[in-house]
Nanobody
């Protein structure tokens, strides 16, 4: 059974930096596409950043130049470095990954989320 566990969410001041981590555990053959989503209060979940197995990244316009997604394949961990935080970055951040296991070609997995609150 694959699990994704996010960590690093906390209350921050605007302008600060924060790094979120998401560790995958279980019988993992490969992590194909990894992504961070967020859900601001009262709004729908939205894509923040993604990275495929070739290292190609994609970012929401609202975070370009401020956020960076990266991975440590040896640790099955994906990170989201967030700089120049703004109050509008306040949200629950979710890790998402397309993971291949010995029992399946690939499946989509989600973490339970970690809360980031940015105060002005």
């Amino acid at each position: 059974q694959v699990q994704l566990v996010e960590s690093g969410g906390r209350v921050m001041q605007a302008g600060g930096s924060l790094r979120l981590s998401c560790e995958a555990s279980g019988s993992i053959l490969s992590m194909n596409v990894m992504a961070w989503y967020r859900q601001p209060p009262g709004n729908q979940r939205e894509l923040v950043a993604s990275m495929n197995s070739d290292g190609v990244t994609n970012y929401a316009d609202s975070v370009k130049g401020r956020f960076t997604i990266s991975t440590d394949n040896a640790k099955n961990t994906v990170y989201l470095q967030m700089n120049s935080l703004k109050p509008e970055d306040t949200a629950v951040y979710y890790c998402n990954a397309d993971i291949a296991t010995p029992d399946s070609h690939s499946m989509d997995y989600w973490g339970k989320g970690t809360l980031v609150t940015v105060s002005s």
